[in-house]
């Protein structure tokens, strides 16, 4: 499935985008989380286990057990972020 995952703050500054279109097979948005960390360098930094990261899907906070739908999207972001 195809969805849009949004990153924001210091997240976005690391990966250094935005926002991107993804094609993935995760079911769940922590194992889309997985998937991106797998794509290693800045995604498994910014995203890495262990480190808080909050996450909303179709603009509504989340928890990682929550499931993905196509065309959705989800965003990343750290606890704080700046205005």
Same mark, same amino acid.
């Given at each position: 499935? /195809?969805?849009?995952? /949004? ?5 976005? #500054? ?8 993804? #094609?993935? /097979? ?8 997985? #998937? @991106?960390?797998?794509? =290693? ?5 910014? @995203?890495?286990?262990? /480190? @808080? ?14 499931? @993905?739908? #196509? ?10 972020? =700046?205005?």
């Amino acid at each position: 499935m /195809k969805v849009t995952v /949004k990153y924001f703050a210091s997240i976005r #500054e690391a990966v250094g985008q935005g926002a991107e279109s993804v #094609e993935t /097979k995760a079911a769940t948005v922590g194992a889309l989380r997985d #998937e @991106l960390i797998a794509r =290693g360098g800045a995604y498994a930094q910014a @995203l890495a286990r262990g /480190k @808080l990261v909050r996450i909303a899907t179709d603009q509504v906070m989340t928890a990682e057990d929550a499931a @993905l739908r #196509e065309g959705g999207e989800v965003a990343f972001f750290p606890p704080v972020t =700046g205005g």
